[in-house]
């Protein structure tokens, strides 16, 4: 196994680790704590009564970002899997990263939105859902790393051989 399957390997892993992150940031309703509940991107829970969240704009652009990032991420997970399959599809590969750095920064939008609509909350903390949707970002960042460091060599390898030797 060489070095681009290695690396396309961890980028699978990674990117299917982002997924998980993202997901379950994104369904549970633990993104902000205060002294009588809780809230998230789609529900507040005060004293054990759970309603839709108020319209803020900040939040609702966090709740779409959440939901395009996992969206991205999905696709980029299955093109990846299909690329462990198939070795020789370098286009396959720039579009994995691409996707991967798209969702990674549609979750930097989406956390700084939500960061920003939250601020004004005074005895507001952020909880683990909230934290979740940060630990995605960099595994999402470094999984499209991989597959373009695993594309860089797949592309070298090609011009290298196509390259006359004199000896």
Request: net charge positive.
């Amino acid at each position: 196994m060489g070095v681009k399957r290695t690396l396309q390997g961890w980028g699978t892993l990674l990117s299917f680790l982002a997924n998980v992150f993202t997901i379950l940031s994104t369904v549970t309703s633990y993104w902000i704590r205060h002294a009588k509940g809780h809230g998230g991107l789609w529900q507040e829970c005060t004293q054990g009564l759970c309603s839709s969240t108020p319209c803020q704009p900040t939040i609702l652009m966090a709740g779409l970002c959440m939901v395009l990032s996992g969206s991205f991420g999905v696709v980029a997970t299955v093109m990846g899997l299909r690329l462990l399959c198939r070795a020789e599809e370098s286009l396959r590969g720039q579009l994995t990263s691409v996707l991967l750095f798209v969702s990674g920064l549609l979750l930097l939008m989406a956390l700084i939105s939500y960061t920003v609509g939250s601020s004004s909350k005074d005895d507001a903390f952020f909880s683990w859902s909230y934290f979740i949707g940060w630990l995605a970002l960099p595994f999402s960042v470094l999984a499209g790393g991989c597959f373009l460091l695993a594309d860089l060599i797949l592309q070298s390898s090609v011009a290298i051989s196509s390259f006359p030797v004199c000896l």
